[in-house]
């Protein structure tokens, strides 16, 4: 099996390097010692950092959207969509 990489969406520090070591040390708990080694040499598994922080939102941003989701229906169609459609 070629080599592959595990990405993790913990949002706890060096989740990578956590993941990698907690899958090499399932593979040698169920006794795949060669499983392990593999994991361990071939598995890639990077640093990430999962944002989902997204602001509160007011009366005055749903306020400022609706008008301009009104202003885009009156004016019709934008052109890049006139000239895909037709």
């Keep these: 099996m070629p080599p592959f990489a595990v990405l993790s969406c913990d949002n706890l520090p060096d989740n990578g390097a ?5 899958l090499v040390a399932f593979a040698a708990r169920v006794a795949i010692a060669d499983l ?22 007011d009366d005055a941003l749903r306020d400022t959207r ?19 459609n037709g």
């Design 18 to 22: 956590v993941l990698h070591r907690a």
């Design 36 to 57: 392990a080694r593999w994991i361990e040499a071939e598995v890639v598994c990077p640093r990430t950092m999962v944002d989902s922080i997204t602001p509160a939102t």
């Design 66 to 84: 609706a008008e301009a989701h009104r202003r885009r229906r009156r004016s019709g169609p934008s052109s890049a969509s006139r000239s895909r």
